[in-house]
């Protein structure tokens, strides 16, 4: 089967739903806080590139000479990749705001780097990267002899997520309490 075959099956892509504050100026000019809906979107290796290279054009216009701190470059990077991610709640074809610079007065702060981590773990979540066959094969003898607390104290969390389906799929469903005081099944 082909990709177009495949993309033309009518699969509708994830999206995760986050609520958050912005801010912003009412009719009369006062400074507001309202509580605000969207959903967030998978960018493609190709929209996140564009959307680096038109953050790269935004910073060289405020730093010309090219000394723009990495945290400014890396921030406009993102800023511009979360206009892309965050979609409408009604219809996620529709981005929620209409350009950077709406986006950037409207979240303060914290609300941008908590919008950042969640399409970050979204995207894990939905596109888990895979574990490579001697690290699999090692935490599933571990897995054999060992708690999950012990395997998080010689494993990172993020390789036993990676490894999840796979250890499940080889160990079958874990029993619960009431039917098998929670061994290996």
């Given at each position: 089967?082909?990709?177009?075959?495949?993309?033309?099956?009518?699969?509708?892509?994830?999206?995760?739903?986050?609520?958050?504050?912005?801010?912003?100026?009412?009719?009369?000019?006062?400074?507001?806080?309202?509580?605000?809906?969207?959903?967030?979107?998978?960018?493609?290796?190709?929209?996140?590139?564009?959307?680096?290279?038109?953050?790269?054009?935004?910073?060289?216009?405020?730093?010309?000479?090219?000394?723009?701190?990495?945290?400014?470059?890396?921030?406009?990077?993102?800023?511009?990749?979360?206009?892309?991610?965050?979609?409408?709640?009604?219809?996620?074809?529709?981005?929620?705001?209409?350009?950077?610079?709406?986006?950037?007065?409207?979240?303060?702060?914290?609300?941008?780097?908590?919008?950042?981590?969640?399409?970050?773990?979204?995207?894990?979540?939905?596109?888990?990267?895979?574990?490579?066959?001697?690290?699999?094969?090692k935490l599933a003898e571990e897995a054999k002899k060992k708690s999950l607390l012990d395997l998080l104290s010689q494993?990172?969390?993020?390789?036993?997520?990676?490894?999840?389906?796979?250890?499940?799929?080889?160990?079958g469903k874990l029993k619960t309490e009431t039917s098998g005081g929670g061994e290996l099944g």
């Open positions: 089967m082909k990709l177009g075959d495949i993309l033309g099956a009518g699969f509708e892509a994830p999206h995760h739903k986050v609520t958050f504050k912005v801010i912003g100026k009412d009719r009369q000019g006062s400074q507001v806080v309202a509580d605000a809906s969207a959903v967030l979107a998978f960018v493609s290796e190709d929209d996140r590139k564009e959307c680096w290279r038109e953050a790269d054009r935004e910073t060289r216009k405020k730093y010309p000479d090219g000394d723009a701190p990495e945290a400014v470059t890396s921030d406009e990077r993102c800023y511009h990749l979360l206009c892309r991610a965050l979609r409408d709640e009604d219809d996620p074809r529709q981005p929620f705001a209409g350009n950077v610079g709406e986006l950037r007065r409207a979240l303060s702060a914290n609300t941008f780097v908590e919008l950042m981590r969640t399409y970050n773990e979204f995207c894990a979540d939905e596109f888990p990267p895979h574990v490579d066959v001697d690290t699999f094969e494993y990172d969390s993020w390789t036993i997520l990676r490894a999840l389906p796979s250890l499940v799929a080889r160990f």
